[in-house]
């Protein structure tokens, strides 16, 4: 006769890591359905039972706000951006600093996208100035991060550069905002575009060395 199993209870977790793995799990759901998704089915996704969400999270929109918040976060992008090998020549470098960046760019629109797709962004529709300042402070920490992780690939050539990396930083990540998503027609490729980047707009022309002050 077999012994009948015994079901074993999830490990314990404290109220920030149960946030974070509800988050987590609620992330690709938010992409798919936008503010339309339930909290039976991220409670599903994450194992969870649904009062477990509410034991975390006031309610859906604060949610669904943790999701927008934790797609700005720029940590695991700057952890990948510190993770390239400066050995690399710096067009490859480059290139694959572009591909980091573009899937983090991606990752928040397709987040921000799905929330306000109907209507029901989660933030207030009338925001006063103290709101604002804190949406400005929070996509300003989302960039300086990543820079100066793109300014670490440049230090190396500092010496052949015509700007100081830190703002030579400034241009490239400028330059990957506008030049679309990855993957939509038209836009440069990654390789593209940092051809570009190094190489100016003019067919032949070789950098100028030296100018401003590094």
Do not use: W
Request: aromatic share 2%.
């Amino acid at each position: 006769m077999s012994e009948p199993k015994v079901r074993r209870r999830a490990p314990a977790m404290d109220p920030d890591q149960r946030r974070a793995m509800i988050v987590s799990a609620a992330l690709p759901l938010v992409v798919e359905y936008g503010p339309l998704v339930t909290t039976a089915k991220i409670a599903r996704a994450a194992g969870i039972g649904e009062g477990t969400i509410f034991r975390v999270f006031t309610d859906k929109e604060a949610l669904l706000a943790a999701c927008l918040e934790e797609a700005l976060r720029p940590d695991d992008t700057v952890a990948h951006l510190e993770g390239i090998s400066l050995d690399q020549p710096l067009p490859a470098r480059l290139t694959e600093a572009a591909e980091v960046m573009r899937g983090y760019m991606n990752r928040i629109g397709d987040v921000a996208g799905a929330l306000a797709s109907l209507g029901k962004a989660t933030r207030p529709p009338d925001p006063d100035a103290a709101d604002m300042e804190e949406a400005h402070q929070q996509r300003e920490a989302g960039l300086t991060a990543p820079r100066a992780a793109l300014a670490a690939l440049l230090e190396p050539e500092r010496e052949a550069l015509r700007l100081a990396p830190e703002r030579l930083a400034d241009v490239f990540q400028l330059m990957l905002m506008s030049a679309g998503r990855s993957g939509a027609p038209g836009p440069l490729d990654d390789a593209e575009l940092v051809d570009l980047f190094l190489h100016g707009a003019m067919a032949g022309q070789s950098g100028e060395t030296g100018g401003e002050e590094r």
